[in-house]
């Protein structure tokens, strides 16, 4: 039987999938923080199969489209039901619906990216937050409160969480891709390969207490960003007005 490379890939992305629906499994018998554990796991394998895919020059429009329905399930899915399971629940029709817009706009923001993208070239931003980073960011938070107070101490926080996570994935808001894990490729590559090796070291020392800080970090960071480029590009636009008064 001939090997074909092009499954290397998936296999990851399969992984992916696994872990996303073992979380749903686990948030359904009440195991928030696996469950919230086996999302991050999952955002792992997903940052390795488009790597691992140029890595190995097997990039393939199939992989595309298996990693976006991938997506949908552990970063869509799996942390909409999480959240719904570990305290939106309790405010009915409304939780119900709070919890829904993290799988509703992370699958919009996934088609409108597979619209976008062009060939298999490394993105250097992104047009809204990633849906493994909204996924992510949910993950540690319930991660964050368990480890501190062994349950949500601040529960009701997860509501303006979830509705600013939602927007930001459909928003015009710019944030950076992973750098290539080379520093041959320019100086900023390098200055975010080191931030995100000090990053995942923080992380690895640190865990549960390090994590959601980081994420919301990098969430914020990139909101405001944006918002300072585009108040930048308004004030240009009027210093560079020169139309005539009535």
Known sequence: ?????????SIFTMLNLFFGFFAIINAVQGKFVTASWLILIAAVW???????ARLTN?????????????????????????????FLYKLGPVGLIISFFPLLFGAIRLA???????????????TGLP????????AAYVIFNYDLW???????ALIPLVLFLSFLMVSNVEY??????????????????????????????????AMFPLVIGFVFYGFMKSALSQKEEVEEDEAFDVSLPD
Not at 1 to 9: H, Q, T
Not at 150 to 156: F, I, K, N, T, V
């Open 176 to 209: 950076e891709a992973l750098p290539k894990f080379t520093f041959k490729s320019g100086t900023r590559n390098s200055v975010l390969l080191s931030l995100l090796i000090i990053g995942l070291s923080t992380a690895v020392f640190l865990r549960e207490k």
């Open 46 to 52: 997903d940052a390795m199969d488009g790597k691992i």
């Open 112 to 126: 409108r990216f597979n619209v976008n993208v062009e060939g298999c070239d490394e993105k250097e931003n992104f």
């Open 131 to 138: 849906i493994p980073a909204m996924a992510a960011t949910l």
């Open 150 to 156: 062994e349950g949500l101490r601040y529960a009701h």
């Open 58 to 86: 097997t990039f393939s429009e199939f992989g595309g489209q298996f990693d976006s329905i991938t997506d949908v399930v552990s970063f869509g899915l799996a942390p909409a039901f999480l959240v719904y399971q570990v």
């Open 1 to 9: 039987m001939k090997y074909d490379r092009r499954i290397v890939p």
